[in-house]
């Protein structure tokens, strides 16, 4: 009987030990910049970002010095938050308004982020929308971040710099 109880212990902890390595390895590949470095070149600061299989750019960064997962997204006129995060990040809502979305019609409400950092990159008052039904957690870092920073991709690496 006693046997059987270490073997039981041996098996359940070597299943727990492979459920925390394959969880790190899933999460690794949805977010291979879950450490964004920046790098300074002839004086400019840049940070890269890997793509991940499915071919998009996320990277953990910060709104207002509290940690976010980003999904970077030119097609996003402003930096789109989901409403479960809204507490979190402690935002104000302004006008409500309307818009479009890849899963169709949402509500916004305008929100003036004071910070966003992506690695040591940080652009401050940046204009936001809270997304009602937005479905995860992730935020969509749109064009009212991006176009204060020179971006071009090579190969499967997108380089931002502030210009």
């Known amino acids: 009987m006693q046997s059987t109880g270490k073997m039981f212990l041996f098996w359940a902890v070597v299943i727990v030990l492979l459920m925390l390595v394959f969880t790190k390895w899933e999460s690794q590949i949805f977010n291979p910049n879950q450490n964004v470095k920046t790098i300074t070149a002839n004086g400019i600061e840049q940070v890269t970002l890997k793509r991940n299989r499915s071919g998009h750019y996320v990277a953990n960064g910060e709104i207002n010095g509290v940690e976010v997962t980003f999904f970077v997204d030119t097609g996003a006129t402003v930096v789109a938050i989901p409403a479960a995060l809204e507490q979190k990040l402690n935002l104000q809502r302004g006008a409500a308004h309307p818009i479009s979305t890849a899963n169709g019609r949402a509500i916004a409400y305008s929100t003036d982020l004071k910070s966003i950092s992506l ?11 809270i997304v ?14 991006l176009r204060h920073l020179n971006f071009s991709q090579q190969d499967n690496q997108l380089i931002l710099s502030i210009p």
């Not at 690695?119 to 929308?129: H, L, M, T």
Request: glycine letters at 16%; a negative charge.
């Open 119 to 129: 690695g040591d990159i940080r652009i401050d008052n940046v204009e936001g929308s």
């Open 132 to 145: 009602e039904n937005m479905g995860d957690n992730k935020v969509l870092l749109g064009m009212s971040f």
